[in-house]
């Protein structure tokens, strides 16, 4: 049953490092956004706001000389960078530029006060904040060498729309438009106010993608003509995975990218996928990640594991502020309260051992650029999964896997991966194991004046009607009585207890045979799973098979943000 790991990885991606995203008093960062289509905001030349010299670095350390022709290097073009408002949502936009726009210009650096809790923001003067120099230059043209693939990338739990900007840069580079929005909904804030509402991120990139249509249709604007959108990609990073597993399954989105995420694409999807994963990563483990992979059978498949890098090895957030401890050693210096559990994932990745940004990367932008510009259509010829590539980034890639055909435009699924229905256990023929017949030598001494043995009782019928798993709720590897406790889902894992505590959700059933005549098992972040007389809002309907829907709705398997594939009551997902 995958209620408990469903509950678990929607609150073990929350990786604890910033909050949504707030406004500070003297830092004009929301200037700078277009508001509208064509409408101009703040100039993109004017300066950013005041503090220490930028930390970096923006522009990893060159990967070793025998990978010169590696994608870890940058691509043909300068990476622009623009932030768009589109009705109040935040949007960070990467694009091609000329190479000879960027030159005698500064890379662009991020405040990640402006991601902090107002009050913590306010905290920390401009001198000890730690800036982000990125890989991107604000201002730059849109090159005319375009349309260009669009790539939509959806950020974590408890993160924010740069998170990833040495990757968003890197694309780019490489020829690619790229854009994040911030998933207000997912921010630290809510989380430490204990008030985490639904999960929109599906919703906010469908909007993204709209808007680059009506820019793309409407002459004058900056992106008229220069976006492709026969060729868009879906990329995510941790519970971002959910919201790929979502547009994936859009018509005119593919080529989908997980970057340490247990969702799982639902397995016969026509796309091809590449999954990445850290090998230290104690959130989205190997393990997790390599299954998703072995379920996967609908195009081409890559994965890369890349050994000492854990869950903040994909984001900037391992290089910001680490001569000082970290973002979080910085906030909690100001007063920001935060739970042991939430610091302790805010490290995922950043700890002595870990891989450096510098180290890590290189590999990341490698693999990812080699990807989509063979699944979007950039190169003719594939490559850059071959074992010498790999060699070149030795000795950290433990796991490169690179199977089937692309199917990338093609009507076509790819099999049927359902569990065979042979049975793998049946006997060889004739190998009949035969009992000795105890009772023949019983009868020969029989004394036939002897009364007989009573009857015993009979054992009662089974109730036909009876569910031998009511009441019972899987919880990790074992099982909690709802007599006397629940399955309380936290970050930490799974265990059976009275009362679940701050960050855990209660796990009160796990299907309707645990609840009251007609009632269903609704389950939800952060309310867990309940039973109600019916599923609201955001809610989903747990199920065993068919017979716990009612019509129309089927039980299917479902992937939601952060989950691996999920039984529920639904026509589609």
Request: hydrophobic share 35%; aromatic share 6%.
């Amino acid at each position: 049953m995958t209620l408990t790991l469903t509950l678990t990885l929607t609150l073990v991606a929350a990786f604890g490092c910033t909050a949504a995203r707030t406004p500070r008093e003297g830092v004009p960062r929301e200037g700078d956004m277009e508001a509208d289509p064509g409408e101009p905001g703040r100039s993109d030349d004017e300066p950013e706001a005041s503090g220490e010299e930028p930390v970096g670095p923006g522009l990893p350390s060159p990967p070793p000389s025998a990978c010169e022709n590696s994608f870890a290097h940058p691509g043909p073009f300068a990476a622009g960078v623009r932030t768009l408002d589109l009705a109040g949502m935040a949007v960070e936009v990467w694009y091609p530029a000329p190479a000879e726009s960027a030159e005698g210009r500064s890379p662009d650096s991020y405040d990640i006060r402006d991601w902090l809790p107002r009050d913590v923001a306010m905290a920390i003067p401009d001198e000890e904040a730690p800036l982000h120099e990125t890989a991107a230059f604000r201002g730059l043209p849109v090159s005319e060498d375009g349309p260009f693939p669009v790539v939509l990338f959806s950020h974590g739990i408890a993160s924010y729309r740069l998170q990833s900007s040495f990757l968003m840069a890197h694309l780019a580079t490489w020829g690619m438009v790229v854009a994040a929005p911030d998933h207000l909904a997912r921010g630290l804030a809510n989380i430490l106010a204990g008030n985490l509402f639904g999960d929109e991120a599906p919703e906010e990139l469908r909007a993204v993608h709209q808007w680059f249509a009506d820019q793309n249709a409407t002459p004058g604007t900056s992106f008229s003509g220069r976006v492709d959108l026969t060729n868009v990609a879906i990329m995510g990073h941790s519970a971002g995975g959910g919201a790929v597993v979502a547009l994936a399954q859009d018509e005119g989105i593919g080529s989908p990218v997980m970057l340490a995420s247990v969702a799982g694409l639902p397995s016969t999807l026509p796309v091809d996928v590449l999954i990445m994963g850290g090998a230290a990563d104690e959130i989205a483990t190997r393990p997790a990640v390599e299954s998703g992979y072995a379920r996967f059978a609908g195009g081409r498949k890559r994965l890369v594991s890349v050994g000492a890098m854990g869950h903040l090895g994909f984001t900037d957030l391992c290089a910001i502020g680490r001569d000082r401890g970290g973002v979080i050693a910085i906030a909690d210096e100001y007063g920001l309260q935060v739970p042991d559990i939430v610091s302790r994932l805010a490290t995922d990745g950043c700890e002595p051992g870990d891989l450096s940004p510098e180290q890590g990367w290189p590999i990341v932008n490698h693999y990812v650029a080699a990807h989509l510009t063979t699944s979007l259509g950039l190169r003719s010829a594939d490559g850059g999964f071959d074992p010498a590539t790999a060699d070149c980034f030795s000795p950290h890639i433990v796991d490169l896997r690179d199977e089937g055909e692309f199917v990338e435009g093609s009507p076509g699924g790819g099999p049927d991966v359902s569990p065979s229905s042979e049975d793998d256990l049946a006997e060889e023929d004739g190998a009949v194991d035969e009992e000795p017949d105890d009772d023949a030598d019983d009868e020969a001494g029989a004394d036939p004046n002897a009364s007989p043995e009573p009857e015993p009782d009979p054992e009662p019928e089974p109730d036909p009607e009876a569910d031998p798993e009511a009441g019972i709720v899987s919880c990790g590897d074992s099982s909690c009585s709802l007599d006397d406790a629940l399955c309380c889902v936290g970050l930490g894992g799974s265990s059976c207890k009275p009362e679940c505590d701050f960050l855990e959700a209660p796990a009160g059933c796990d299907g309707p045979e645990d609840c009251g005549e007609g009632q269903e098992c609704c389950v939800g972040f952060p309310a867990g799973a309940r039973c109600l007389d019916v599923c609201g809002g955001q809610d989903q309907s747990l199920c065993h098979d068919d017979g716990d829907c009612g019509a129309p709705d089927s039980c299917i398997e479902c992937s939601f943000p952060g989950s691996p594939p999920t039984l529920v009551c639904a026509t589609q997902c």
